[in-house]
Nanobody, 116 residues
């Protein structure tokens, strides 16, 4: 039974950093493309970073590409999102996603709030 569990969110001041963790079980991160999405107060979820099953990173949106870094630890079956120079517009619920042909799984999300 696939499970994705995010952690590491919290309150941070502008300019600060956080690292999010996604612990994956039931599936292997080497069999799925892994991504981080975020959802603000608006509708829908927007992708912010991705890494494929071979470890190749996909381009990130301009809004985050110079500040957010996705990585993985294959032995731990875990995905990370390092977020630097956080700004209030980064405030959102951040979700971990696993996807391959015919399958998609989501975590429950972790709240990141950037405020002074």
């Amino acid at each position: 039974q696939p499970q994705l569990v995010e952690s590491g969110g919290g309150l941070v001041q502008p300019g600060g950093s956080l690292t999010l963790t996604c612990v994956v079980s039931g599936i292997s991160i080497t069999d799925y493309g892994m991504s981080w999405y975020r959802q603000t107060s608006g509708p829908g979820r927007a992708p912010v970073a991705g890494i494929n099953r071979s470890g190749v990173k996909t381009p990130s949106p301009d809004s985050v590409k110079d500040r957010f870094i996705i990585s993985r630890d294959v032995p731990k079956n875990t995905i990370y999102l390092q977020m630097n120079n956080l700004q209030p517009e980064d405030t959102a619920v951040y979700y971990c996603n696993a996807r391959r042909t015919g399958y998609e799984h989501w975590g429950q999300g972790t709240q990141v709030t950037v405020s002074s």
